[in-house]
Structure formats: structure tokens, C-alpha cells
């Protein structure tokens, strides 16, 4: 509904409407697919697009079982503790630590290349676009060809690890991510 109206006034109302259903399941199912020629990267810097964006690819890429945890919990059905499962915790924070450091290299990396091309909007949605959508979705807000060599290797890394376990993805590396760092520290 909001990429709806968002689009709404560059297209015609069908045509927002089924930009917007598209994407949104693009989006959710981490499919990277879009109607436009050069994916995103028109809208780099608008806000609303890329909130919407992420935050599908994020939810879609984090798994039902996750949710559900979350949601229970956040209804007060979880039992008496009210926990979440260790499973949803790991996933979580993985996720933001991947999401926030991937997207803290890249604006580190491709800084010169973010200052010349545009808005401090663009800026900062970038990077952060980028972090997310590289590990499983394969949208892009930036020309993908001009990134430094560093950049790449690092979105190869962020693509290795990928989404969530019980995910369509199945991804289940990002489980061995935690695993590794506590076998490193206690051995």
C-alpha cells in the first residue's frame, strides 16, 4: 500500500499497484527481482522506497519461525518466562551486526564514490540497502560495476553467509558464524 503511494504520482494507479505487489513479494521473498532497468537505483535515496524495501527483505529473510517467536513473545504468549528461543536471539543479532557492519564497510570503502553521486540521503540509504539486499535479495541502489574490489569481496562474504536457517534460502552458515567465534574464544 505505501509503495502504492508512493508511486502513485510517476505512474498510473494500476500501474503503481502492481509495481508495488511485485516488488513487496520480490522483496519479501528475497527474490531480487524488479520491474525497472536499473533495479533501484533511481530511487537511491528516497526514503520511503528503501525503508519499505528492507524492511520486507529483512522480515522475509529472517524466517517464519522467527517471527512467530517474536510474536509471541511480543503478545505475552510465550509462557511464563516470556522468552525468546536461543534460535531467534542468535538470529537477530546476527542479523543487525551483519546489517550494521556490512553497511559501516561499505560506506567506509565507497565513500568517494557515495560523496560524488549524490545526496546525503543517498548516503545513507546506500550502504545500508546494500548490506541488506546482498544476502539474499540481489537488489541495488548503485552501480554494482563501478564498487572497488574491497567492496566486492565483502558482499561475496555477506552473500556466502546469506539469510536465516528454516528459511526458503536455508542458509543455515549463519549458524556457524556464532559457533566459530565461541569455538575461536574457547580454544
Avoid at 19 to 46: E, T, W
Avoid at 98 to 118: D, H, P, S
Amino acid at each position: 500500500m505505501f509503495l502504492t503511494i508512493r508511486w502513485h504520482g510517476e505512474f498510473s494507479f494500476p500501474r503503481a499497484v502492481y509495481l508495488s505487489v511485485f516488488h513487496s513479494v520480490s522483496a519479501f521473498c528475497n527474490a531480487g527481482f524488479s520491474l525497472f532497468p536499473d533495479n533501484f537505483m533511481q530511487y537511491s535515496g528516497d526514503f520511503m522506497i528503501n525503508f519499505l524495501i528492507c524492511g520486507l527483505i529483512v522480515v522475509g529473510g529472517i524466517g517464519f519461525p522467527v517471527l512467530h517467536d517474536v510474536y509471541l513473545v511480543a503478545r505475552g504468549r510465550k509462557g511464563k518466562r516470556g522468552r525468546l528461543s536461543v534460535q531467534t536471539k542468535t538470529v537477530l543479532l546476527t542479523t543487525a551486526c551483519l546489517i550494521v557492519g556490512g553497511a559501516l564497510f561499505i560506506a567506509l570503502l565507497e565513500r568517494q564514490t557515495l560523496a560524488a553521486n549524490g545526496s546525503v540521503a543517498h548516503r545513507f540509504w546506500t550502504p545500508i540497502f546494500q548490506s541488506i539486499t546482498c544476502r539474499t535479495a540481489g537488489f541495488n541502489t548503485i552501480d554494482i560495476g563501478a564498487l572497488g574490489d574491497a567492496t566486492l569481496a565483502l558482499m561475496i562474504l555477506l552473500m556466502f553467509i546469506g539469510a536465516s536457517p528454516a528459511l526458503r534460502a536455508e542458509a543455515s552458515r549463519r549458524r556457524l558464524l556464532p559457533w566459530f567465534r565461541r569455538s575461536r574464544s574457547a580454544g
